[in-house]
């Protein structure tokens, strides 16, 4: 579907950060839950914690800028699904992804250097991380643009490819499409010659859709979704990437196509945050939680319905290349929401915010 280019190589060569890179501290702030609770805001604090010793295979990274994932963070503080071990833990860590210099090295490393920027997952709402070597994604720069790819534009990739397998000629909606995964579903699907329809629920995000890509726009706030879908795509959509639930789950299920696949990246209108999630589970016949926590797969007739759809690690290997290769390129565009957030003690009001239904892009806090 796509030939690895060789601009790649200059991508990943090193490039001096402008962040200054500090002396490795004895101890660093970190925001941690100290137990579960009923949300992110009423369990997070910050703690000094000491400095670890790394293994043979790990990298210390000074964090520069976190990415703020909403309902990972809600589930994770409420020690809920995959996080259910969080019950019964005390001043656990918080934070997912993140950008970052390269601090220290252990013994073994090879691949990065102190100094190297570079993208992570785990932990990043603190100053400092650990990662294995192995899981870095090594960039020119440490800036919040590159915050985004490492999961979202990762997920939306690998999704919409791999387990989608859209093809040009295919008609592809994407809900929620101004948001941290959506943008980049919108580019993603175009680049593979589809035609892009994404739901919005605000006029200055259907203009920046429409910069992006998307041929037709929804807006979800002025116009009943079922209603301008089958107009837009009365034969039915061949491909959806559905991150909302609720009401708006209902109507793309009602406009799949005959043989159309609907790949599940969250549900965010039900998650406990919501006051009205109870009556927006109520709007569909499926079990949500179960199908994205569970990644179910239903069967409707020639239809699919793909909950959580991550493909096997092995399938996605090629889809960090396909995302740095498009970002280098210029043919990715990478937007954080504008709403500034610099701190730790920031966070809890990102993740609000993140919940909203407000932003554009990926929301991300300045360390």
């Known amino acids: 579907m796509w030939a ?14 402008a962040l200054e890179l500090r002396p490795v501290p004895t101890s660093y702030n970190a925001l941690v839950a100290g137990a579960t609770g009923s949300s992110f805001g009423e369990v997070a604090k910050v703690v000094n914690v000491e400095t670890p010793e790394l293994a043979a295979d790990e990298v210390l990274v000074q964090v520069c800028y976190a990415g703020v994932n909403g309902g990972c963070e809600t589930f994770r503080a409420r020690g809920d699904h995959m996080f259910a071990g969080n019950k019964e833990a005390a001043d656990f860590a918080l934070g997912a992804e993140g950008v970052g210099l390269v601090a220290a090295v252990g013994a073994d490393v090879r691949d990065v250097a102190v100094g190297d920027s570079v993208c992570f997952v785990n932990a990043a709402f603190a100053e400092y991380s650990t990662s294995k070597a192995s899981m870095l994604w090594r960039i020119p720069e440490a800036t919040p643009e590159y915050v985004g790819l490492r999961i979202s534009a990762l997920t939306a990739c690998a999704m919409l490819e791999e387990t989608g397998k859209i093809k040009a000629g295919d008609t592809v909606l994407v809900t929620a499409a101004a948001g941290g995964a959506g943008h980049y579903a919108v580019q993603i699907a175009k680049q593979n010659g589809a035609t892009v329809v994404g739901t919005c629920s605000s006029e200055q995000k259907a203009r920046i859709l429409k910069a992006l890509g998307c041929d037709f726009v929804v807006n979800y706030k002025e116009r009943e979704c079922a209603e301008a879908f089958a107009e837009i795509c009365p034969e039915g959509f061949d491909v959806v990437l559905e991150g909302v639930g609720g009401k708006m789950l209902q109507a793309s299920l009602g406009a799949l196509g005959p043989k159309g696949k609907l790949l599940q990246i969250g549900y965010i209108s039900e998650y406990p945050h919501n006051p009205e999630a109870a009556a927006e589970t109520a709007a569909h016949g499926l079990d949500t939680s179960n199908l994205f926590w569970k990644k179910e797969t239903i069967a409707r007739g020639d239809q699919t319905i793909i909950g959580n759809a991550w493909p096997d690690f092995s399938a996605i290997v090629g889809c960090k290349d396909r995302v740095l290769s498009l970002f280098h390129d210029g ?5 954080v929401d504008e709403r500034p957030f610099e701190g730790l003690d920031a966070v809890p009001a990102a993740i609000d915010h993140m919940l909203s239904g407000t932003t554009v892009g990926k929301v991300v806090v300045k360390i």
Not at 4 to 17: D, E
């Open 4 to 17: 690895h280019r060789a601009a790649l190589l200059s991508l990943v060569a090193a490039k001096p950060s």
């Open 331 to 335: 043919e990715l565009r990478s937007l």
